[in-house]
């Protein structure tokens, strides 16, 4: 919790239904103001956190099938969960649940991760920012990442992808998700490479299938599986500046030129249909041929890739399982816009969940900005969760500070996008810290702001003295 | 120069015409790629710039009443400056020449500034961007604002605005614009109200014109003129969140509510006009009205004073007197591009001007980074120029880091434009990156790169070994 914050609970029609606001006390008479708060609830990390979402799980009874946020939604049930989400984003809860059933909104939360605080992605609520953490070969440290995990809340990531590849995998996702209040996501697709040595030709359906069931259990919330990257398609890519620059992406085009067969996560995919209604995992159908560069956006490759990707949300939501679609990557302004509508023509306005897009190439260490200015755009657009880029992006991986500028930059363009969409509840933050500025309330300025440390120490550095704050 | 990049001259029609690039060499047999330069020969702070433009005003001759570019383009003439700066856009002479004497750009450069490499700024060339310096009562040292000159435009600063308004304001100014290769742009009116001991009330117009007089000789090639701030606008404002944010603007609101009269520098605007055109200054119609906050974005008050900027812009054309207009400020992304089209009709085309803008009001600390993702759009709809917002912007005055933040943000922001746009040449640099970086030619990426040694640094944190770099 970012200290001049306070955290206050809003009970819903149950005692145990407990949601989270950080608020804001201002000076000069003015009502205090309550930000959305992603912190959790703060817990030792070697115990975790306690388990919100158990007897809400345990009430409905753990079905052999289906258990999903979207089964319920279907048959018109408004579950705790929804309710939490209703109150955390100020809609009424029918609006929720009608916004799940119609697979316009995903609330994804692993029967197995009862620790999490629900939340939803889609395009009618607030805009949603995912931050990745992970070890590597490179650097790995179990406790490293659960501090990531917490400062990435701490300063507003809405979920974390745990994309680890080092050796304690299984051990480094276990302590993330025990201490996680926001939804995991991973690419399984790493860890089953690690299990066959790092040769993507070695993989097949069983290790995969045991990956995903060994995450299952452990409550991973969504998983990206790029299921469509088709044995026809990675010659799209051939004559690209960029080739295919997606891991999943490259790792299933080397394995179906290898087999020159058709991937096996198409293939299967009805199977894992199967095993995500189960443990209510949604699908983040990853974008495995997504442009590198601003010189392949939009082109051939990307979007058959995409029909693909409309044509397994439908099937997916045959099954009940909850889906957001991936997308792009490196785009410049004027072709953003196309790539929202086109994937939710194809994917029937199922969220859309993009990487940036970086609007140009050329600033490498500063890709937090090229890339938060095309997520506020897009995400005004209609996307519905961004995932962060760090100044770290193509050059090496983020440390601690640079997992903070990737979240700040990107809390930025979703509350830029928020404010373009008009989300009812948004403006008053902007107002409130506009009031205190031009009314010289210096310290409620700074404590209204996304980073309240910094504001003030930059404020400090050229006008240090109190009666400069409080004049 | 940033290191890895070197200077060439492209030789115009005469041995005189040397337009500079900076020129990165690769390897991998790619063929080197030339960028914008905007850094300037490089000179002793004590002695000032070589006088490169001396001979052409010279061979002109000076004319009692007009020297502007305007005057000389409606006549038909190509001057050397019009020339210098298609070879530095990659357009043709004749282009330049027909889009200053339509209005739709301008190509500052005051007669006494004959330091200056030649510049142009119009929706139809390469988007600029302006850095603001400047000194102050908290902090004054005149080498440390040339510093900050030499500083902003190695990073891309295509103008450099002079804030000043410490104790040494004529002297700061006088070696600023002598070590000055790019077009430098002041607020007369702030060294007016200096004149009169800091009271708005008591300006008039004699001193301000002997302000203006006193800084046309020392060479300023546009001046920011809040003409526009007439005394029926004032109430316009005082429902508003934030007020007047503009400092020009509310010096003027308040002498016009003491006088109860009409602006002075609307009274007097034709006599600004005729001494203007006789040193080739530009006008940059302030808008004294911006909104300082995104619920006041778009409201009447701004408007209101665009409307009287677009007969001013008028007026200033019946002189041959070079204009571009000053925009907003903080403006959600979803009111940007009205903006611009309310300005590019009302004004006829001429130049649009924008600080930012803003795109939340919730980031102080961050505003470079909120600024840039309306920069870019806003660039992209069809503004000329940008100035930057640095991280201080609200909070304190700008240090060597801050401009350099400030500078990288705003030529993203441009860059993207320039993209979106389409510029011919803008992808060039985006594809070679691409490309170096796809080819894992990492060294060409870092010196491709907008800041080649951070895009170093960055990577060896986590990759040192020299393998990594060229495998």
Redesign the interface.
């Known amino acids: 919790m970012i200290p001049s914050r306070k955290k206050v609970y809003v009970e819903g029609s149950r005692p145990d239904i407990q949601v989270p606001f950080a608020e804001v006390e201002l000076s000069g008479g003015e009502p205090p103001v309550r930000l959305y708060d992603t912190s959790g609830p703060g817990s030792d990390p070697e115990e975790g956190l306690p388990q919100l979402r158990q007897k809400w799980i345990e009430e409905r009874g753990i079905d052999e099938k289906c258990n999903t946020q979207l089964h319920y939604a279907k048959k018109g049930m408004i579950t705790p969960e929804m309710e939490f989400v209703a109150i955390r984003e100020g809609l009424q809860p029918e609006f929720v649940r009608d916004e799940i059933a119609a697979g316009r909104a995903i609330l994804p939360n692993n029967i197995n991760h009862p620790e999490s605080e629900p939340m939803i992605i889609g395009k009618n609520f607030l805009v949603k920012i995912n931050a990745n953490i992970g070890t590597s070969a490179?650097?790995d440290s179990i406790a490293d990442e659960v501090e990531k995990l917490t400062w990435a809340t701490q300063w507003g990531g809405d979920t974390v992808m745990d994309l680890s590849t080092g050796k304690h995998i299984h051990a480094t996702r276990e302590h993330i998700i025990r201490n996680s209040a926001v939804p995991i996501g991973t690419v399984p697709l790493y860890q089953a490479l690690e299990k066959v040595n790092g040769d993507p030709t070695k993989l097949n359906w069983e290790v995969y299938r045991e990956t995903i069931i060994e995450q299952a259990e452990q409550g991973v919330d969504y998983m990206t599986v790029h299921a469509g990257v088709l044995l026809s398609y990675v010659p799209l890519a051939a004559n690209r500046?960029?080739?295919i620059?997606s891991r999943g992406g490259s790792i299933m085009a080397a394995w179906c030129l290898a087999h020159h067969e058709e991937s096996f996560l198409y293939t299967h995919y009805r199977e894992l249909c199967e095993i995500f209604a189960k443990y209510d995992i949604a699908f983040s159908l990853g974008d495995g041929l997504r442009p590198?560069?601003?010189?392949d956006a939009n082109d051939e490759a990307q979007f058959a890739e995409l029909r693909t990707l409309g044509e397994l949300t439908k099937i997916a939501w045959e099954y009940d399982v909850q889906v957001m679609v991936e997308g792009p990557g490196?785009v410049?302004?004027?072709k953003i816009k196309e790539n929202v509508d086109l994937q939710q023509e194809i994917c029937q306005e199922a969220p859309f969940y993009t990487l940036g897009p970086l609007?140009?190439?050329?600033?490498?260490?500063?890709d937090?900005?090229?890339s938060?200015?095309g997520a506020?755009?897009i995400g005004?657009f209609g996307t519905a969760m961004l995932c962060y880029v760090t100044?770290?992006e193509?050059?090496?991986?983020p440390?601690r500070d640079d997992v903070k500028e990737g979240v700040?930059?990107y809390?930025?363009?979703a509350?830029?996008?928020d404010?373009?969409?008009?989300h009812p509840k948004a403006?008053e933050?902007?107002?409130a810290?506009?009031?205190a500025?031009?009314e010289f309330r210096w310290e409620d300025?700074?404590n209204?702001?996304?980073?309240p440390q910094?504001?003030r120490?930059?404020?400090?550095?050229?006008?240090p003295a109190e009666p400069a704050k409080t004049a």
């Open positions: 490179v650097s500046v960029t080739g620059v590198g560069s601003i010189a490196h410049p302004m004027h609007t140009t190439d050329v600033a490498p260490a500063y937090h900005i090229t938060a200015i506020a755009m005004w100044p770290k193509h050059l090496g991986l440390n700040i930059a809390k930025i363009a509350h830029a996008a404010l373009a969409k008009g403006q933050w902007d107002d810290l506009s009031k500025r031009f300025q700074f209204l702001s996304l980073d910094r504001a120490e930059y404020h400090d550095e050229t006008l």
